[in-house]
């Protein structure tokens, strides 16, 4: 009707072109998009404005809700005539009242002397005191209605995500999917002894935002945060700062290299002590080679005739190399892939000791390993980047440029998933490059593959790095 008018050159009055919008809206054919500047607070008004004139309330939207019943998928209308049931969408750690849970009531009616059950936690809570939030005010009420949002303090067990209901209703909300969290940076305080302050600060912040995630990582120890985005992870450091006092810095993560042999070699190692007392003597005969399995450190055999090496000193040679494949001869990265053989060696009746044999295995493993043409090896990530059609050769591109290689490239939907093998270190910061050459429509996922040695150059620049930091 509207665009007929439109077209025969009739002057649509206001009433007629807000009456269309109200009813676009209202049926999904219409998605209202407005303009503003979040840092300068333009558009908010209009914002608000818009939602109350042309969106419609909870009991009038369409298509409702769906949710679970018994395990069973049931569309729900939003009325107070429905049993109750809300979605916690966001919590709020309040250093003055504690947790708030905010949550939307999606059916029926919620008053403060109720207790609502959380079938995910299956805990029964006190409802007690009801807020409804303006700004940073919490304003008490006695009920809320369905398509209301309001607040519970001191829930105990509950988080976002979580569906609150009356425990015969059984009513069950699909939980949103999230973004994952694809950006890593490790933290660390800058003041001392700040590290327990800091650890409680991320607990409370991971409570209030799921989509970060926290690790210490045992071979660096460094502690891990994982982020959607550089933006993120920065509103995080501000809170940090702002609301729990804790100034941190952010820093590239150690990219964990290990350090393997390509040929074989044999070698002795000898270790002779002599001081007052008893001396120490150990000598053994070592063979070192690759294993061809990158997954373990080592492995050891023995392959002694006529007992030159006691069968009691065969632990003490495992142990000697147990400690030294921690730290490889190139860079100190822990070593992988090495097969170890003890084919020989001598003793002493009386300065021989378990010690002595741990030692000299130390010696033949920091002269045998460099004649055996060590070398390093990165981590490889599999990746998998969704973009839009035309985005594909910027994409393809940047993934050579950081030495990938490109697996396959698939369509799903009206998008291509590109599969590719990139090493770790070159995709620190990915997740902002994407953003940046797909206009924010880029996603991507990955997970570590495998352990590939690195090309020469690169080699050099890791050694000259790792010198440098020790």
Do not use: W
Request: include cysteine; hydrophobic fraction near 35%.
């Amino acid at each position: 009707e509207l665009m007929e008018k439109f077209f025969n050159d009739i002057e649509l009055t206001e009433e007629e072109i807000y009456d269309g919008l109200k009813y676009g809206i209202e049926n999904n054919t219409i998605a209202p998009v407005m303009c503003g500047s979040a840092t300068l607070g333009y558009g908010v008004k209009l914002l608000l404005n818009t939602i109350v004139r042309f969106t419609p309330p909870a009991n009038e939207a369409k298509p409702n809700f769906h949710a679970f019943h018994n395990g069973e998928k049931v569309v729900y209308c939003s009325t107070d005539d429905e049993r109750f049931s809300a979605f916690v969408f966001k919590t709020i750690a309040d250093p003055y009242i504690g947790r708030l849970n905010l949550f939307r009531v999606m059916t029926g009616k919620l008053d403060a002397s109720m207790s609502v059950y959380n079938e995910e936690k299956d805990t029964v809570e006190k409802v007690g005191h009801l807020y409804v939030i303006r700004g940073k005010e919490q304003i008490e009420v006695s009920e809320l209605h369905s398509g209301d949002i309001g607040a519970l303090a001191k829930l105990s067990n509950t988080s976002t995500q979580d569906t609150l209901s009356l425990k015969e209703a059984n009513i069950v909300i699909p939980k949103i999917s999230l973004p994952e969290s694809v950006l890593c940076m490790a933290i660390q305080p800058k003041g001392k002894g700040d590290e327990d302050k800091l650890s409680v600060a991320l607990s409370k912040i991971r409570e209030e935002d799921p989509t970060i995630k926290m690790e210490v990582n045992k071979e660096t120890k460094q502690t891990l945060i994982y982020g959607i985005g550089e933006q993120q992870l920065d509103v995080m450091v501000n809170k940090l700062k702002n609301k729990y006092k804790i100034e941190v810095e952010l820093k590239d993560p150690i990219i964990p290299y290990r350090e393997t042999i390509k040929s074989k070699t044999s070698v002795r190692g000898r270790y002779k002590k002599q001081s007052g007392g008893h001396g120490q003597f150990g000598d053994v005969v070592m063979e070192f080679e690759p294993s061809g399995d990158l997954s373990v450190p080592y492995v050891f055999e023995e392959k002694i005739f006529g007992g030159s090496v006691p069968k009691q000193y065969f632990p003490a040679v495992e142990k000697g190399l147990q400690e030294c494949v921690q730290s490889g001869v190139l860079a100190g990265y822990p070593v992988v892939g090495l097969k170890a053989t003890l084919t020989d060696g001598s003793y002493h009746p009386v300065d021989s000791s378990e010690m002595a044999f741990k030692m000299a295995t130390s010696v033949a493993f920091k002269e045998g390993v460099p004649q055996a043409k060590p070398t390093i090896l990165e981590p490889i990530e599999h990746v998998e980047v969704l973009i839009p059609e035309k985005y594909m050769g910027d994409i393809m591109g940047d993934i050579n440029k950081r030495r990938g290689r490109i697996l396959s490239m698939d369509a799903v939907g009206n998008k291509k998933c590109i599969v590719a093998e990139v090493p770790t270190a070159e995709m620190h910061k990915y997740a902002t490059d994407l953003r940046s050459l797909t206009q924010s429509r880029g996603d991507y996922r990955h997970h570590f593959e495998r352990y590939e040695e690195a090309p020469m150059e690169i080699q050099k620049k890791i050694i000259a790095a790792r010198a440098e930091q020790k």
